[in-house]
Nanobody, 124 residues
Framework: EARPVESGGDSVQVGGSLRLSCAAS????????MGWLRQVPGKEREAIAT?????????GASVKGRFIISQDQDNGKNTLYLEMNSLKPDDADMYFC????????????????WGQGTQVAVSS
């Protein structure tokens, strides 16, 4: 069964950086719409970054210019990354990796697979 597995969550200070990874077992990263989402308290999970099979990326306004999504399917890897820079207290959250079996990401992807999440804490 396909299942993304996130890792890399940690506690960092404001202004710090962190890199999250998602091992996309059973999912072909480079022929899928992949995304990182976070759980906003009281709301549904929101996609903050997506990347499609052409490598086209899209970012939410809250992270644009600070976060970078990338994917790697070389040398047997099948991994999605999220490089997080200039972290703010509002970035503290549970981050989820998700995949939609589609070459391109729609405006609101219908995610087919979810990971369990990895926790990011930001302290001042």
């Amino acid at each position: 069964e396909a299942r993304p597995v996130e890792s890399g969550g940690d506690s960092v200070q404001v202004g710090g950086s962190l890199r999250l990874s998602c091992a996309a077992s059973g999912i072909t990263v480079k022929t899928s719409c992949m995304g990182w989402l976070r759980q906003v308290p009281g709301k549904e999970r929101e996609a903050i970054a997506t990347i499609d099979s052409d490598g086209v990326t899209n970012y939410g306004a809250s992270v644009k210019g600070r976060f970078i999504i990338s994917q790697d399917q070389d040398n047997g890897k099948n991994t999605l990354y999220l490089e997080m820079n200039s972290l703010k207290p509002d970035d503290a959250d549970m981050y989820f990796c998700a995949a939609e079996i589609a070459y391109y990401c729609s405006r609101e992807p219908s995610w087919d697979f979810w990971g369990q999440g990895t926790q990011v804490a930001v302290s001042s």
